[in-house]
């Protein structure tokens, strides 16, 4: 690692609730150590974070990337060292620093389907920025594409969700795959998302991969989603927060 900051990447299935568990640990970061510097990286091109965070985004990594492809197209020759000064100076001024965390998103890539480009931008960007925090909340895109590009190759705790079905643990379980080959974690581990109630948590199979916390159902959530409020709003004594906090104890982050 390049610097000491604790990198939390969050990884798993589309629709597990990815992005919920994501804003729960801003949460609990910035109520546990309000003198520390946090940042959330919405990885996910889906672009859900900023929602749950309450915030508005002006400018995505993407942009900025396409700023600096137009300008080295335009035949503007400046140095390769110039531009990635400006890519640092325009990413540090598109981070939103609101109440307690700062927040950037990377937002969609320019032609459907194809991540390369920006996957790449990304990991550079990941690097500088979490030399400046000391805490650092990613939530990824569903699926392995992220961790097959090496994006999170440099995360200390990789978290990866899934629902009670088979399929969210089967896709947790190539994501593990993928990531004991490609990334430098510390600690993984799973948290199993959305129970209809505990007595499912029997026939559910990780395939190894520790269980840090199981979350039944959250009505205070869904009230939130459909409100469009800010999930960092939440009582703390709702299943996500706590679910959220118990994975954070056991990865003894908090």
């Given at each position: 690692m390049d610097n000491n900051a604790t990198i939390i990447a969050l990884s798993g299935k589309g629709g597990v609730g990815k992005t919920s568990i994501s804003a729960a640990i801003v949460k609990l970061l910035v109520q546990a150590y309000p003198d520390k510097k946090?940042?959330?990286i919405d990885a996910d091109p889906a672009v859900g974070l900023s929602t749950a965070l309450g915030i508005e985004i002006e400018t995505t990594i993407d942009d900025i990337r396409k700023e600096i492809v137009a300008t080295v197209e335009d035949g503007n020759t400046k140095a390769a060292v110039e531009l990635l000064g400006d890519a640092r100076y325009k990413i540090f001024d598109a981070l939103v620093e609101t109440d307690g965390f700062a927040f950037i998103a990377v937002g969609?890539?320019?032609s459907a389907?194809?991540?390369?480009k920006i996957n790449s931008y990304l990991k550079e960007v990941i690097s500088l920025l979490s030399a400046d925090f000391d805490y650092v909340v990613i939530d990824g895109e569903a699926g392995v594409e992220q961790i097959n590009r090496r994006v999170m190759e440099k995360v200390t705790h990789l978290l990866l969700i899934t629902d009670a079905s088979k399929k969210g643990t089967q896709v947790i379980s190539t994501?593990?795959?993928v990531a004991d080959e490609l990334v430098m974690y510390k600690k993984i581990g799973a948290i199993v998302n959305r129970l209809p109630d505990t007595?499912?948590?029997e026939h559910i199979n990780t395939?190894?991969?520790p269980v840090l916390s199981y979350i039944e159902n959250d009505k205070n959530l869904a009230i939130y989603d459909i409100e469009g409020k800010d999930i960092t709003k939440l009582p703390d004594d709702s299943n996500v927060v706590e679910g959220a906090r118990k994975a954070l104890k056991e990865l003894d982050i908090l």
């Open positions: 946090i940042l959330a969609r890539p320019e389907g194809c991540y390369c994501i593990k795959s007595s499912v948590i395939n190894g991969i």
